[in-house]
């Protein structure tokens, strides 16, 4: 079946402008996950939701950065005010279950770039 | 915090070389204990994953990982590695469902 998506692959933006990035999880995926890959670092915990619970925001590293979950598939992260900072690969990630057993599938990413 | 650490950026091997990737977590209780590679210009994908019972853990591709859980470590191995192993890879320490920490990556370069 169809793997993780995200939208758009590439995003270019100008400093102070704000943009949105999408995730479409795995058809029946309860759990996603927010991460963000900037150069030469690790993947940064972002945000992770499941199911209807109120979704942990403890990895946004602002409050220019927001994300939804709508009817419990589709997501948008938001980042609000860009700043060059913001440059890097955010990554989504879906899973069963949110179980910490459970196999956390990756998208491809979007790649951001801030001028 | 909790944290993992790698401890090579980037390593170059030969092919038919033996694979050692060093990773070390912090502690946080019962922890689920994972490698990812990353080939060019591809996504993330699952090379195994550790959460009870043996400690050595089989994954695709040949690789294997050994759990230490008195050094917190989780090392990557692979006897004899091929020029298509040349990845990016993470390890990560998962400490509850939604507190997933990653590593920095390790740059494979595997010279045929």
């Known amino acids: 079946g169809a793997g993780v998506s995200q939208s758009p692959s590439n995003k270019v933006t100008e400093k102070g402008k704000d943009v949105e990035l999408r995730c479409d999880p795995i058809?029946?995926?309860?759990?996603l996950y927010w991460y963000r890959q900037s150069l030469g670092q690790g993947l940064e915990f972002l945000i992770y939701?499941?199911?209807?619970?109120?979704?942990?925001k403890s990895g946004l590293p602002s409050d220019r950065f927001s994300a939804e979950r709508t009817g419990g598939s589709v997501s948008t992260l938001t980042i609000q005010r860009t700043q060059q900072e913001d440059s890097a690969v955010y990554l989504c990630?879906?899973?069963?279950?949110?179980?910490?057993?459970?196999?956390?599938?990756f998208g491809p990413g979007t790649r951001l770039t801030v001028l | 915090a909790q944290s993992v650490s790698q401890h090579n950026h980037h390593v170059i091997l030969s092919e038919a070389a033996s694979l050692e990737l060093g990773c070390n977590y912090s502690?946080?209780?019962?922890?689920?204990l994972f490698w990812y590679v990353q080939y060019p210009g591809q996504h993330l994908q699952l090379l195994l994953k550790y959460f009870s019972g043996d400690p050595l853990v089989k994954g695709i591709k040949g690789f294997e990982a050994e759990f230490i859980k008195s050094k917190f470590s989780f090392n990557l191995r692979k006897p004899s590695v091929q020029w298509s192993d040349t990845a990016e890879y993470f390890c990560a320490a998962q400490y509850n469902n939604n507190d997933m920490r990653f590593g920095a990556g390790t740059r494979l370069t595997v010279k045929p």
């Open positions: 502690y946080g209780g019962t922890v689920n």
């Open positions: 058809s029946g995926h309860t759990a």
């Open positions: 990630a879906s899973s069963l279950t949110g179980w910490s057993t459970d196999t956390q599938y």
């Open positions: 939701f499941q199911g209807n619970s109120a979704p942990d």
